[in-house]
């Protein structure tokens, strides 16, 4: 069914949403998979779906990448890397010159 605000969908898990765009993916069940720590757990949905799409699920993984080619990636802007860039030194990590 589609109103002025989206279309409605249910999922497979049987939650009911309203979604303007294309995106499948389910608002609470994204929120009931977010990571509780480490950098996953700071980024956006959009973010965090742009990396694991691309199987980047760890700092040292990230690090075998450059900034342009994160950039690249569907989902992830240039506001999200500086929360990238610091998880990386923090662990004494950066991306790939």
């Known amino acids: 069914m589609t109103t002025n605000k989206g279309t409605r969908r249910t ?14 993916t389910c608002p609470k069940c994204e929120t009931e998979g977010k990571p509780k720590e480490g950098v996953m757990s700071l980024l956006s949905a959009p973010v965090r ?5 691309e199987g980047i699920m760890t700092l040292p993984k990230l690090a075998e990448y450059t900034e342009n080619e994160i950039l690249k990636l569907h989902g992830i802007g240039p506001s999200s890397m500086p929360i990238l860039r610091k998880s990386l030194e923090e662990e004494g990590l950066s991306f790939k010159s």
């Open 11 to 24: 999922c497979e898990k049987g939650h009911t949403f309203v979604k303007k765009s294309d995106c499948s």
């Open 49 to 53: 779906r742009a990396l694991e799409a």
